[in-house]
Structure formats: structure tokens, C-alpha cells
């Protein structure tokens, strides 16, 4: 399996729900990654994690929790999200936490009302 | 401050005519640098990497360390070249610092 899988592919949620962001690679790297994307803009970086330990938090605010389970699985856990946080959220990997090649999933299409 | 430029939000060209999409980047140390594409309603992918000059469908970079400079290039543009491209140079942690992007439309 060489690529990176994204669940769910839209998300609609409330500012009161509670949901997860679920990214999964079976590719054996070590690094993953959180990115947000909205629309006709680059990627921002929001989270990285190094063998299964958070190793970069670009200051996101506390409503966004990124857990990793596994070396295969990163989860975004979403709580009490604002509407300005609609957007696509993208997981990546890499076979190294360094200046290695990221492989992107789909992403997910975040719309909080 | 680590800083990358690409220069043109939009670029415009005919089938068959040369492309160059601009990067500029400052970065202290040696630099490793990604072009990223995403075409529509695909996901991010690699274009193309200075250090093993990886690269697909034609495209070349070439790194000008005295113009600090990456620009891409393909002799001979394609209609499914239209895409966004992102010029993305390492920060110092070894993250990406992603460009503005550069939309690339090829008339037919």
C-alpha cells in the first residue's frame, strides 16, 4: 500500500460537536503531519509528529488535539471549532522526520456551521 | 527570516510553448528543494526534489545559488500541466515553508 488514506472525505459539524480526522499510511514512515489548506492558498503546517511523538505544534489553538496511536495512524481530534476553521485538512507522511518527500492523502473538507 | 516568493499567482500559456514558473527562496544552510503540484480535484503530490532530481512529466529545476533561485521549467507545455504548483524550500527545523503557489493555465 503506498498511499496515504484520509477518513472521512467531508466532514459538516456544529461548534458544539465533537469529531475525529482520521489519516492512516502503511508505508512505514516515521514522520506524519497535519496540514490546513484553504482554498487558492498554500498548505499550513499545523502539527508533526516523529516516531509517534509530537515534535512540531505550530502554536494551533487547543480546540485541535492530534493523537497518534500508532506509526500507521494519526487522528485530529475537533472540539468546539469556530466556522473560520472550515477547510480541507491534510494528512501527510514521510519516510523521515527531515527534509524527505511528504506523501499527501486526499484530505478531508472540514465545514463547521 | 526564511522566506520563499513565487512571484506570479497566475500564469498563462499556449499548448506547445515554454513554462517557467519562478521561485525564490532565502535560506542560510544547503538548501533541499520541492516543487509540489495538485491538480484539480487530486491530491498534493511531488513534482520534483533539487537533491535527486527526481521528476516527472518533463519538468526541470535548476537550483542558482547566486540568485537564490528555483524556478521550474518545461520546454513544451501540455494542457494537463494546468495545475497549482508550490515552490517549497526547507526551514530550519527541516519543515517545508510552502510558497504562494503559482496557478498554471495551458490554452489549448
Known amino acids: 500500500d503506498t498511499e496515504v488514506t484520509q477518513t472521512p472525505k467531508h466532514l459538516v459539524m456544529g461548534m458544539t460537536n465533537k469529531k475525529s480526522l482520521k489519516c492512516e499510511q502503511h508505508?512505514?514512515?516515521?514522520?506524519m503531519y497535519w496540514y490546513k489548506q484553504k482554498a487558492k492558498k498554500p498548505p499550513e503546517l499545523m502539527f508533526v509528529y516523529s516516531y509517534e511523538k509530537l515534535s512540531i505544534n505550530e502554536s494551533v489553538p487547543s480546540r485541535f488535539s492530534p493523537e497518534c496511536p500508532n506509526s500507521s495512524l494519526l487522528n485530529l481530534h475537533l472540539h468546539a471549532l469556530q466556522p473560520e476553521d472550515s477547510a480541507l485538512y491534510l494528512c501527510a507522511s514521510s519516510r523521515e522526520p527531515s527534509t524527505d518527500t511528504q506523501y499527501f492523502g486526499p484530505g478531508t473538507r472540514l465545514t463547521v456551521l | 527570516a526564511q522566506r520563499v516568493t513565487q512571484p506570479e499567482k497566475l500564469l498563462s500559456v499556449f499548448k506547445g510553448a515554454p513554462v517557467e514558473l519562478k521561485c525564490n527562496y532565502s535560506?542560510?544552510?544547503?538548501?533541499?528543494l520541492f516543487w509540489y503540484v495538485q491538480y484539480s480535484r487530486q491530491r498534493l503530490q511531488l513534482l520534483l526534489r533539487h537533491i535527486s532530481r527526481e521528476s516527472i512529466k518533463g519538468f526541470t529545476a535548476d537550483l542558482n545559488k547566486g540568485e537564490t533561485s528555483f524556478h521550474l521549467k518545461k520546454p513544451f507545455a501540455q494542457e494537463e500541466d494546468s495545475a497549482m504548483y508550490y515552490c517549497?524550500?526547507?526551514?530550519?527545523?527541516?519543515?517545508?515553508?510552502w510558497g504562494a503557489g503559482t496557478k498554471l493555465i495551458i490554452k489549448p
Open positions: 517549497a524550500p526547507p526551514r530550519s527545523n527541516y519543515q517545508l515553508i
Open positions: 535560506y542560510s544552510g544547503s538548501p533541499e
Open positions: 508505508m512505514g514512515h516515521r514522520a
